[in-house]
């Protein structure tokens, strides 16, 4: 049983440039969630989706963009990444409201 | 939001030694959890815990919700155990994201 996935799990990019993180889970999850987290801190909110079709912002939206793609993935998209976002990037997963989440490996984002 | 604070910040035990580390939230939550942040970054599940007691081999956590405090509990510990504790919480109105706290940073040495 894979859990939740993201790919890539490393990645540099120019100021500027594009890209998407992709996360998918296994577990027949009804939320999911992106979290960054820098140097000597937690992991804080980007973007959460409760359900299937629906998204809402978290702590620190700005610079984000997010898809749900269906009940298995949802992605990250940066669309024009600027030295402030590297970071490393956890995606995770939730079945029912009052159960654990699960979280992703990772993706370490450097941008240049 | 909720604030999480954990505490202490910074810990170094011998091998065998036991610990508490503490994790104090602001509001009431509906949601608990403690993970173990490894030294290769992965961040590893150790207790859903909302309210009560919990045990897993060497570890175990209380949470007191009406107080607003979880504890955990490492005894005979191991280097293994080096690593970030995190204490995170949630709430209903916020799609049960997780708000985590700083962390523990815990190193074990032989």
């Known amino acids: 049983n894979a859990g939740v996935t993201q790919t890539p799990k490393f990645q540099v990019l120019k100021t500027g440039q594009s890209m998407t993180l992709q996360c998918a889970q296994d577990?027949?999850?009804?939320?999911m969630y992106w979290y960054r987290q820098d140097p000597g801190m937690g992991l804080r909110l980007i973007y959460y989706?409760?359900?299937?079709?629906?998204?809402d912002k978290g702590e620190v939206p700005n610079g984000y963009n997010v898809s749900r793609l269906n009940k298995r993935e949802f992605s990250l998209r940066l669309e024009s990444a600027a030295p402030s976002q590297t970071s490393v990037y956890f995606c995770?997963?939730?079945?029912?409201?009052?159960?654990?989440?699960?979280f992703g490996q990772g993706t370490r984002l450097t941008v240049v | 939001g909720i604030q999480v604070e954990q505490s202490p910040p910074d810990l170094i035990l011998q091998e065998g030694a036991n610990s508490t580390l503490r994790c104090n939230f602001s509001d009431s939550v509906n949601n608990l959890q403690w993970f173990h942040q490894n030294p290769w970054g992965q961040l590893i599940n150790l207790f859903y815990i909302p309210s009560g007691t919990k045990q897993n081999g060497r570890l175990s956590a209380t949470t007191v919700a009406t107080e607003r405090y979880s504890l955990l509990y490492i005894s005979s510990s191991q280097t293994t155990d080096s690593g970030v504790y995190f204490c995170a919480v949630a709430r209903r109105n916020s799609g049960y994201a997780l708000n985590f706290g700083k962390g523990t940073s815990l190193l074990v040495t032989p």
């Open positions: 989706s409760a359900s299937e079709g629906t998204t």
């Open positions: 577990m027949n999850h009804n939320s």
């Open positions: 995770a997963s939730r079945g029912q409201p009052n159960t654990e989440a699960f």
